[in-house]
């Protein structure tokens, strides 16, 4: 199974998600929880812990990374995200990723920002360190994207990032609202990594500027 690990750029670095984090994502889902209807955002401390221990369970299957998003100027948690059903295909059976065999394909999402890092840097960075260590240590053949299709917001989002549009994968899954949802799906594939990381260094110089 994949180790656990942290990646760390100039002003947020992504923590391994742990129990001690709870309270920071319960802080930041709190400051404004409007631009939540879309996404699974936990309400409390409560839910933060459960939404805590759910993503921990998830991760023991194998194919789950979350992590903590932290600002690194005052080491607050201001968000969370994951690696998403990372697999290895091209062999026979089901293999699990392991350090020694690292996923080839996988997923980016679940990720949500407090309402004070939204319309910041903060998502290009973490999607820089994510997408990099996807494509420049793991060597992955594709990064998948996906948002319900009613969230215009987050497909924006993922265009602007450089993300190509798939298609819709029509009543996909149970919507945070409890109503059937379509997915929108993206993807970044090996060959467009350079443009689309040349991209996102443009983006940065443009917040910097």
């Known amino acids: 199974m994949l180790r656990a690990f942290g990646l760390a750029g100039t002003s947020v670095r992504l923590e391994p998600l742990a129990m001690g984090h709870a309270p920071g994502l319960a802080a930041a889902a709190a400051e404004d929880r409007s631009s939540y209807a879309f996404t699974a ?16 369970a998830e991760q023991a299957g194998g194919r789950v990374l979350p992590f903590a998003v932290v600002r690194t100027r005052d080491d607050a948690v201001v968000g969370s995200t994951r690696f998403l059903d990372l697999d290895v295909v091209g062999y026979p059976g089901v293999v699990v990723p392991d350090d020694d065999r690292p996923p080839n394909v996988g997923e980016i999402g679940s990720t949500w920002y407090a309402a004070s890092v939204q319309r910041t840097a903060v998502n290009t960075k973490v999607k820089l360190l994510l997408l990099g260590h996807a494509f420049d240590v793991w060597q992955v053949l594709r990064v998948t994207l996906k948002t319900d299709a009613r969230n215009q ?40 990594w350079p443009g689309v990381r040349g991209g996102l260094l443009r983006r940065l110089e443009h917040w910097a500027g």
């Open 41 to 56: 955002v936990p309400d409390g401390p409560g839910q933060a812990e459960e939404y805590v221990r759910a993503a921990l």
């Open 153 to 192: 917001r987050s497909r924006t989002a993922i265009e602007r990032l450089g993300g190509r549009f798939e298609g819709i994968r029509r009543a996909h899954t149970t919507a945070t609202d409890g109503t059937v949802r379509d997915s929108a799906y993206y993807s970044i594939v090996r060959t467009e």
